[in-house]
């Protein structure tokens, strides 16, 4: 695993540690979509193990949406709400 896929994993799994421990019941995850990908259909590279990350954590994928106003190749928006 690649060192930029090891601290976005991390990241993502330390927000959503923070988020439960502070009693959030919803977490607001916003996730870039990297620049090779920007408007080109197939998979979003570690987009899923960022989310599995997360669910990890406690927390469950109630919905997203997709940015494209964040920077040229756009993020995503994930919303989590405690199992």
């Avoid at 959030?24 to 197939?42: D, E, F, H, M, T």
């Amino acid at each position: 695993m690649g060192i930029v896929r090891n601290v976005k994993l991390q990241t993502a799994g330390a927000t959503a540690e923070r988020a439960a421990a502070a009693g959030r019941a919803v977490l607001a995850y916003r996730q870039n979509i990297p620049a090779s990908k920007g408007g080109w259909s197939g998979e979003i590279p570690d987009m899923g193990e960022v989310i599995e990350q997360i669910e990890r954590c406690g927390w469950q994928l109630a919905s997203m949406a997709f940015d494209g106003h964040q920077s040229s190749h756009g993020g995503c928006i994930l919303i989590f709400r405690r199992r």
